[in-house]
């Protein structure tokens, strides 16, 4: 006899339910630490582990959600369309941007990672950290690294990037509307996304047109990174 725990209902339910509570929180208290995705996680963990619901059941229970994510990825491009007069006349200083943001978030974690001793296979997990999970885990794969560890890190990077992001960009006094959108989308994927729609359209659809483009960036960039570093 299946476990209703088990079933594909239960677990869409479960997880539709957590995040719209999540959202709920959010809204209500504003805090930055309750951000609806990392309060989700944190409580579908503490309910999986409540009823001991492993892993690989609640993986397949909700690879419909996992599904989801490319379409809702390429859903901006709606977002986008509707924002194009503020891209014409920025394509080069966008690119540019990017490009910068690309090359730094894969240097950056992957001078760190030799500074402290790491071996290959982590630093080929934790280059493609700044990119959206679909793009992440198909680079890290390629590399040589460990997909399931990228994707944890990719969220982890996309929760401290919209959370913190917004803040430094305040701070610093960054008021244009495409350098932000730019330094979310790009820093922080999917999930920084979030945070730029909530400032405004057009950050929302600049952050957007980051993902796809820091992922691009980044497929072409992490294997000649590489054999740069094999050289030495």
Known sequence: MINPLHTEL???????????????????????????LMT?????????????????????????LNFMMGPAIVALGYVLYEQMRYIRGNVISIL????????????????????MGADETL????????????????????????????TVVVVGVGLFGSIVGPF??????????IAKGLALGSSAHAIGTTSAIQLGAIEGAISGLAIGIMGVMTALLVPIINIILSLF
Do not use: W
């Open 10 to 36: 239960f677990i869409l339910t479960l997880v539709i339910g957590v995040y719209i509570a999540a959202c709920a929180l959010y809204h209500k208290t504003r805090l930055l630490i309750l951000n609806p």
């Open 40 to 64: 989700s996680v944190v409580l579908l963990i503490i309910v999986l582990q409540m009823f001991g619901i492993e892993y690989e059941v609640f993986n397949q229970g909700s690879r419909i």
């Open 96 to 115: 540019t941007s990017v490009f910068v943001g690309s090359v730094v978030g894969i240097v950056s974690v992957t001078a760190i990672c030799m500074l």
């Open 123 to 150: 630093i080929y997990t934790l280059q493609p950290k700044s990119v959206t999970i679909p793009i992440a885990i198909d680079i890290a794969e390629k590399a040589g690294g460990i997909p399931s560890i990228t």
């Open 168 to 177: 430094v960009l305040k701070t610093l006094g960054i008021e244009n509307k």
